[in-house]
Every structure is written in C-alpha cells, then in structure tokens.
C-alpha cells in the first residue's frame, strides 16, 4: 500500500494518471481528485490484456500517462497477447517530455536494451495549450525480469537528427526553428554535415488547434541517443525555441553521459 502526503495539492493530469494505474491493477484509491495534498494507493492484481482509454479532459502530458501505466502494462499476466491503450490530452506540452521524444529516444531505448518492442501511432497531435491530441499504443507484456543494463561508454556522435514541427500555424516558423537550432550546433561545434534536421507542417487533420515543437537527438557509435527538445509558446519566438532545443542537447552532450536528464529519469520509473 502506498500513501504520500504533500503540500503541492493533486493536478487533474495526476489524478487520472493515478487513477489509470488503479484501472490496470485493480488498485483501491483514496483523497485522488484534483486539489487533494494526500493519497493512498493499494494495488491489487494486474488485470491484462485490456484494451484501454486515458483522457484527462485538459492539456495533461500524454507522454507521462504513458509512463505512469507502463510499468503495470510490461508485467501482464497473459504471456503473448499485447495490452492496447489509447492516451488523449497533449503531445507536445510543457513540463513533460515531447511524444516526439518518447518516439525518437525513450522506445527505441527500450527496444535495443529490454528487448521491448512498444508500438507507438500518433493519430492526432494536441499542442500545448489546448491538448486535444490521441496516441495509441500496443505494449506486449515480458515474461521475466528486465534485464540490467550497463552503459559507460557513450562513443562518438555520429549524426544528429530533427524535426521542427506546427501544427495549424505557417510552415515558415517550423523553418525559422530549423535554422535557429542548426545555427547553435554549428557554434557549439557540431560539424555541418552531422547535422540533419526537417521542418514539418501538420494537416488540419493531423493536429488539434494551433502549436509547435521541436526535438533533436544525437546518435552515437556505440548506440546511445541523446536527446533535447522545446516547445513553442506565445512568449517565446521561432529562433528562441529552437535555440532552446539545441542548448539542451548540446547541455547533454557536454556532461558526456549516456543518457540524457530525460531519460535518466524515464527509465528510473521502472
């Protein structure tokens, strides 16, 4: 049984990953609604293969409703049938990571170092502030412990990947965070011909109301991926968001770890 109190009262993107968890693992809640500064939580079994629905209402990360429910979708209890979950609210949003980075850095990470191939379609993009996104996933359960990983050594960059993207708003300003973050790459001495980044503008169809974003990863000899990302905002220009973005990555590229601070912290909720 788990039980937390705190004075930072309980967000509604909390909640309902609080909640989702419970729904997986037949867990028995207590104080979880929107302002609560105590809860408690006690699972109960995991109930999978399920076929599940997650939407706060509001803007809240799908990307961190993929990682509350993750570590209960890993362990079904069904040896070969997959557990599906579609996740609404938002894709690219702030104070959470980009599902640009959970698609790019985070499953591949799982794939080659758990074995763990998570199948992730975006079928509509919800940009901070609105939300409005959807995201579904196929996670397929393991039958044993994740195996441990070692990484020190993270090797040589090799190529570093991006895409600037809007959805809703002039393809010029996905370009104007293209050129802003390969110009900080370029001063923070990154060779040109490393750098390859595409800028992107989504369909009516392909993304709720009106956004941006932009993630870059690097990719090293020996397999690591190291990511960094911004997300656009009124009080922020083009140049400023993807200089943002290219700072982070060069940030953790300088502290030459393995992984980045994002992931670090994805694979600790494990």
Do not use: W
């Amino acid at each position: 049984m788990f039980f937390q109190k705190d004075d930072t009262p309980l967000a509604h993107s909390s909640a309902r990953g609080i909640n989702l968890a419970a729904a997986i693992c037949a867990g028995e809640t207590e104080g979880v609604h929107v302002g609560s500064t105590s809860i408690s939580f006690k699972p109960g079994r995991i109930e999978l293969p399920r076929t599940l629905t997650a939407d706060p209402g509001t803007a809240g990360s799908t990307t961190l409703l993929l990682q509350v429910s993750l570590p209960c979708l890993l362990f079904s209890p069904s040896p070969t049938a997959p557990s599906l979950i579609t996740l609404r609210g938002g894709t690219n949003a702030t104070q959470a990571p980009q599902i640009d980075y959970t698609q790019h850095v985070f499953l591949p990470f799982m794939k080659r170092h758990f074995g763990v191939d998570i199948a992730l379609k975006i079928q509509r993009r919800g940009y901070f502030p609105k939300g409005g996104g959807a995201v579904f996933c196929s996670v397929p359960p393991v039958t044993e412990a994740l195996p441990p990983v070692t990484l020190i050594e993270r090797g040589l960059v090799q190529v570093i990947k991006g895409e600037a993207r809007v959805g809703g708003l002039p393809y010029i300003l996905a370009e104007r965070m293209k050129r802003a973050a390969r110009a900080r790459l370029l001063a923070g001495g990154i060779p040109p011909q490393t750098v390859r980044i595409d800028a992107v503008r989504e369909t009516q169809e392909q993304a709720f109301g009106s956004g941006g974003g932009i993630l870059l990863f690097a990719e090293t000899s020996t397999g690591c991926i190291i990511g960094g990302s911004s997300v656009s905002t009124k009080d922020k220009t083009p140049e400023e968001v993807g200089d943002e973005a290219a700072e982070e990555l060069l940030r953790n590229l300088r502290h030459d770890g393995c992984v980045d601070e994002h992931l670090q912290v994805s694979i600790g909720n494990l």
